[in-house]
């Protein structure tokens, strides 16, 4: 593989901005960051209770219980935020992080080469470095996806530990915080009801990106 295909993959890129070649590889992305972690982690808690509560959930039964992985899970650390829907995680017992690229969304671009930042985007990739720098974490396996994508990045739910041993589904709160919109990639996945129910829920509420950003 050329090193200019590999950048790409540690730097989130869309699947298919890839395709745009070696001439365009220049990095537009300059990050905008604010104090506003705390808020939007507080907004994203309050919008997911709401969705919790929304009467048309697909699956009401999963939605109103306290969420778990249904899947294989690795635990690890995140070492590194690259953007509001990659990062890299050190899963324990391995000497090395990998780079893992989150099942079922995606947010705006901040780091791809060639492309200018998108609206929302800072704030997408801010929303991940509060809840997931350094955090410790269940990456949750989803069979339907394959291990990998084609970037070799791990695909993975992202569950976030607290101290007491809560988890919270990361792709989940991304979605219901406006900050990721629900994108299936190539099969139907584990959590495909939840996260589509979760974007109806934001984009009717205009919540985040729903009322922040030309559509
Ligand atoms: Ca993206």
Sequence with gaps: MRAGAVDIALHGIDEWA????????????VM??????????????????????????????????????????????????????TVRVLVDGQGEDVSVRLIGIDTPETVAPGRPVECFGPEASEFAEQLLDGAR???????????????????????????TGELTLFNLAAI???????????????WQAEFIAADRAAREAGVGRWSACPT
């Design 137 to 163: 974490v269940l990456l949750e396996l989803d069979p339907t996806q394959g291990e990998t994508d084609r970037y070799d990045r791990t695909l993975a739910y992202v569950w976030v530990e607290s101290p």
């Design 18 to 29: 890839a395709e745009i070649g070696p001439g365009l590889l220049i990095y537009g992305g």
């Design 32 to 85: 905008v960051w604010g104090n506003t972690g705390a808020a939007l982690v507080a907004i994203a808690g309050a919008a997911l209770a709401l969705t919790a509560c929304s009467a048309d959930s697909p699956d009401q039964s999963r939605v109103d219980q306290e969420l778990s992985p249904q899947g294989p899970t690795l635990s690890g650390s995140v070492v590194r935020v690259v953007d509001g829907d």
């Design 176 to 190: 219901t915080g406006g900050y990721a919109e629900e994108v299936t990639y190539a099969a139907d996945y584990a």
